[in-house]
């Protein structure tokens, strides 16, 4: 069983000095992040979904063994409550790809008043 350690995001204000040195450009932060995890949750795309190039360009600047979580749209899991996924499911895919090897799970945050529906 392989265990990868990181978290949700890797841009907050609060770790300069903590986890990156001032002297870092926030530019560059993906990158000394990278150098300390194993993986990020990419939650962004819970509220807007990144271009594929941008998925893209993030696939460049890991190395070949990091692992990309994606969250799912809030469209797809709030608004629609998981009903007609196959457009928004496809659209976020085809985005996601952009990650090529580097895309591990796909997460999806429910909304708390969701109920199981076994059928």
């Known amino acids: 069983m392989t265990l990868f ?14 986890l990156y ?10 990158e000394e992040y990278t150098a300390r995890f194993a993986t990020v949750e990419l939650n962004n795309a819970f509220y ?3 271009s594929r190039e941008n998925f893209e360009a993030w696939r460049e600047r890991v190395p070949g063994d ?21 457009e928004p499911v496809h659209r976020l895919m085809t985005h996601a790809e952009g990650l090529g090897d580097r895309l ?16």
Request: charged residues 25%.
């Open 21 to 30: 040195p001032s002297d870092v450009p926030m530019r560059r932060w993906l």
């Open 66 to 86: 990091f692992v990309v979580a994606v969250k799912a749209s809030r469209y797809l899991t709030h608004i629609k409550r998981l009903k007609d996924p196959e």
């Open 48 to 50: 807007r979904l990144p």
């Open 5 to 18: 350690v990181g978290t949700s995001g890797w841009q907050y204000r609060d770790w300069r000095d903590v």
């Open 104 to 119: 591990g799970p796909v997460l999806l945050q429910l909304p708390p008043t969701l109920r199981a529906d076994a059928g």
